[in-house]
């Protein structure tokens, strides 16, 4: 264990007591976001995971937070997608598709449930991204996003330190992160507004809001963690570090609803 991770724990269980029974709090986003996508996600289930990565959370010592993340053998088949070719060796993974394209290598309607987590700040066309998982995905099937909020303290300081330093900065408050897993950060959708908007340009019932686990990245200083633990009791939901967001597909309007819409 680093002397990091050891602050992080002794801050954690200082602020957040029941984090001292089973390691995590109960605010915890990485089991929020996943236990409502398990609750989307049925044993039939196509799931897509865009930018799947190398499956770096094996490593996860919080094993409720660790298997809620593999939906591998519980449901039909993953399907793991990345600009990253070194994705391939993602052991939580069915299949793997190299993104070489503005276009996915899937069929129309193939997927149930696509996953998107923290990848959305790196893309450089959101509306493409949009489109791609709209004409993937089923009707009636889900699109989860997880991302930072750009309008957060933590996403005005991403964007004020250059692209060229987050890899040097990253691994000095975020020590289990490999520098190959540091990837430049664009946040060309990165509010409330901006999600609600695409969504709704590419047809999800969805639902965006702001929310904010516990400042694990701030455990460098404990004036810092006490500060961050403040925000997130304090913060407006427009302004919580995290955005999360659940869309569901609708179905394909017929020619007489198009008139209908555009009268």
């Known amino acids: 264990m680093n002397i990091l991770w050891a602050f992080c724990m002794n801050y954690m269980n200082a602020f957040y007591p ?9 605010l915890d ?18 799931v897509l995971d865009v930018g799947c990565g190398r499956g770096e959370y094996a490593a996860d010592p919080v094993t409720v937070r660790r298997e809620l993340r593999i939906f591998r053998g519980r449901c039909a088949k993953v ?15 069915d299949e793997f598709r190299l993104i070489e394209s503005r276009r996915w290598r899937l069929d129309d309607e193939s997927v149930d449930t ?3 987590d923290t990848v959305l700040e790196h893309i450089e066309d959101p509306d493409r ?20 909020n750009v309008l957060s303290y933590f996403g005005l300081l991403s964007k004020l330190i250059p692209n060229k330093r987050h890899a040097a900065v990253l691994a000095k408050v975020q020590t289990d992160r490999a520098s190959e897993d540091v990837f430049p950060t664009l946040y060309k959708c990165n509010t409330r507004a901006k999600l609600r908007a695409m969504f709704r340009k ?3 019932d969805a639902a965006v809001y702001g929310y904010e686990a516990e ?10 963690y006490a500060l961050g633990v403040l925000h997130q009791k304090l913060a407006p939901n427009a302004l919580k570090v995290s955005l999360m967001a659940f869309g569901r597909k609708l179905p394909a309007l017929t020619a007489g609803a198009e008139d209908s819409e555009g009268r």
């Open 18 to 26: 029941e984090s001292r029974i089973g390691g995590f709090t109960d």
């Open 114 to 116: 696509c996953i998107c």
């Open 29 to 46: 986003g990485t089991i929020t976001f996943y236990t409502r996508i398990g609750v989307l996600t049925g044993p039939e289930s196509v």
């Open 202 to 204: 590419h047809r999800f």
């Open 129 to 148: 991204f949009f489109a791609e998982a709209a004409r993937v995905i089923r009707p009636g099937g889900h699109l989860c996003l997880r991302t930072p």
């Open 215 to 224: 400042p694990s990245y701030l455990s460098f200083s404990k004036l810092a």
């Open 79 to 93: 399907i793991g997608i990345d600009v990253d070719p070194a994705a391939e060796a993602n052991p939580f993974i």
